[in-house]
């Protein structure tokens, strides 16, 4: 797994943590959850393009400034701002401190480059994963109020990226491929590829535009999670625009440059995914509940399904918490429990090893890791404080409850 250093960016203070397969991150508002998300997929992406082809940043198109546009983190950043992202296929770093020794990764280097004096690139002898990489911001919802706001979209941003990533997804589910929306006895599908349609569990349809906000909120990620995890690596992905005539481009260049040649196949190998790397933003967005529980189960069973897909989460439920918990217990204790019991478990399919989940909750600028060392399990957090606190005000009152008298 990759390392992450992040220091002095927006919120954030200090972090140095080593990212798991599962990484969940806990904390007020405001206090940079979403900053340390963005800047793992930024950095999910960044080691899988250097590897695609080797010419992508130079001076005045710093890798930094893709980060700070694409998420709209400029005003970040500050002089003393820090990034070192140590993965299995890149060791990058930015404004990494000159009186600091770099934690060098140990693999053996193939090249580094060094663009300019804020960035420095170190890349293996051989390539060892190549991730698809989706973020899924917290504003997904629109993409379902505004069916073709594709027709819109200018700027490369996350919301465009995701919007198009979707605007793929979902034409992947007809009416002959509908999609199982968790346990609420409805189906999605694009109907000719246009409509995104939901069916009802009392029969009939609703135009996703149309459904409810919880409804708008879990389509999108239901379908791109469906895709992202499995359908993508049963098809033939084809090219992109882009790509194609980038490859046409080097296969006339290729004969004046044997050089070129690596670059070629590192962009056809760029197709070639080997898992994908999920970053969720607030996964709970309008959702009751048991949905919240539910979506967690599927979460962690799709993501298990044989490839190393990995999954970072920023919450501020409790319901998302607790979900996850049950299932690292459930990944403890599972072997031991009699089969009718486990059977009656509503995460019973969705066990998950407790050493492959992580739990942050961040406290002024720093991350606090909130997994009990002895029972791998989620121990005290700010949910547990909040909950404490309204029922200290609950019992405080309730001695001067007058029942009416019937």
């Known amino acids: 797994m990759a390392r992450l250093i992040i220091r002095n960016i927006g919120p954030i203070k200090d972090v140095d943590i080593e990212l798991n397969k599962v990484n969940v991150f806990i904390g007020e508002q ?43 983190i400029q005003s970040y950043f500050r002089e003393n701002s820090v990034i070192c992202y140590l993965g299995d296929n890149l060791a990058y770093a930015y404004n ?5 020794t770099f934690p060098y990764p140990g693999w053996e280097v193939k090249h580094t480059e060094h663009f300019s004096e804020d960035e ?18 917290a504003e997904r919802n ?10 819109y979209a200018e700027e ?50 609703v135009a996703l535009e149309a ?22 690596y049963k098809e033939n992905k084809p090219y992109s625009f882009e790509e194609i005539e980038k490859i046409k481009h080097l296969i006339n260049e290729v004969a004046k440059d044997d050089s070129l040649k690596e670059r070629l196949a590192g962009i056809i190998s760029g197709k070639i995914y080997t898992h994908t790397q999920f970053v969720i933003e ?16 599927y979460l962690l069973r799709t993501i298990n399904h044989g490839r190393k897909h990995r999954l970072v989460v920023t919450t501020h439920s409790p319901y998302i918490l607790h979900a996850f918990n049950n299932s690292m217990i459930l990944g403890q204790v599972g072997d031991e429990m009699p089969d009718d019991m486990k059977n009656d478990l509503d995460c019973k399919d969705a066990a998950v090893n407790p050493d492959f989940v992580s739990v942050w909750q961040i406290k002024e600028g720093c991350l606090v890791g909130i997994k009990d060392s002895k029972t791998k399990t989620i121990g005290k957090h700010y949910f547990n404080d909040v909950m404490n606190d309204l029922l200290d005000d609950y019992y405080q009152m309730m001695p001067f409850i007058k029942i009416a008298k019937s």
């Open 142 to 151: 629109f993409v379902s109020v505004v069916p073709n706001l594709q027709k």
């Open 282 to 297: 607030e996964p709970e967005q309008n959702l009751f509940p048991t949905t919240q529980r539910d979506l967690v189960y």
């Open 96 to 100: 990494w401190p000159n009186h600091e």
């Open 30 to 72: 405001s206090s940079g959850k979403s900053t340390i998300a963005k800047i793992v997929s930024f950095c999910s992406w960044l080691e899988k393009t250097v590897n695609k082809d080797d010419v992508v940043f130079a001076k005045g198109k710093e890798a930094y400034r893709r980060l700070q546009t694409y998420h709209h």
């Open 211 to 232: 459904a409810s906000s919880g409804l708008q909120s879990v389509v999108p990620l239901l379908t791109l999670i469906d895709w992202l995890a499995d359908g993508i």
């Open 120 to 137: 420095v690139f170190l890349y293996p002898a051989s390539k060892v994963v190549n991730p698809k990489v989706i973020y899924i911001p």
């Open 156 to 205: 490369d941003d996350n919301l465009m990226e995701f919007l198009l990533s979707w605007q793929e997804a979902r034409k992947k589910y007809s009416v002959s491929h509908k999609l199982a929306l968790l346990n609420l006895g409805m189906n999605f599908y694009s109907q000719d590829g246009i409509s995104n349609v939901v069916d009802l569990p009392e029969g009939g349809a």
